[in-house]
């Protein structure tokens, strides 16, 4: 009687081993929403370093802009700066910059345009997740007069996040900063 019944535990304890397939499941489920978490947190990671890349990229380019300014400014209104950096080897060596146009982190074509006494820096293709951040960033550096993204009237002063928010709307924008010097 006695081997008979340790017989029936081993038995019982046999059946007991291992996984069910509900638990597989739910702990396949766990790590299927722990490795979609990573994801989103690198996609978020990656922004911000695209962000952090296009800061440094905007500041060396002004840097740039602002050590070929002469007494009268900056040449005749419509003056392409671009090459000119190109030529002094100003321009951020992360950007590309082949027939004439220099592109951005995200593709978007980047112009820097006279104005006589002042000038533009146009950023186009920017995402939506990255134009708010940086037109919020850049303007409380208030190294530009003023910026107006995706055409419209430009803004002045530090913008909050609302403002940035409300005129960063597309899925790529432009965004144009303006300088009076």
């Known amino acids: 009687m006695k081997m008979q019944s340790n017989f029936q535990r081993q038995k019982k304890l046999r059946r007991q081993e291992g996984w069910t397939l509900v638990e597989l499941m739910f702990v396949l489920m766990i790590m299927l929403a722990g490795a979609a978490g990573v994801v989103w947190k690198f996609d978020l990671l990656g922004l911000k370093s695209d962000i952090n890349d296009e800061l440094s990229n905007i500041n060396m380019i ?18 392409d700066l671009l090459p000119i950096l190109k030529d002094n080897q100003q321009l951020p060596t992360n950007m590309s910059y082949v027939g004439g146009e ?13 104005t006589g006494a002042g000038h533009t820096l146009s950023y186009a293709g920017v995402p939506k997740g990255a134009c708010s951040k940086l037109a919020q960033m850049i303007s409380r550096g208030r190294m530009f007069k003023s910026v107006s993204i995706n055409g419209a009237s430009p803004l002045t002063g530090e913008l909050d996040g609302a403002a940035a928010g409300a005129n960063c709307a597309n899925e790529t924008n432009t965004v144009l900063w303006t300088t009076s010097n």
């Open 62 to 79: 002004e840097g740039g802009i602002k050590s070929i300014r002469s007494s009268g400014g900056y040449g005749a209104s419509g003056t």
């Open 102 to 114: 220099l592109t951005n982190t995200w593709g978007g074509v980047v112009q820097a345009i006279s």
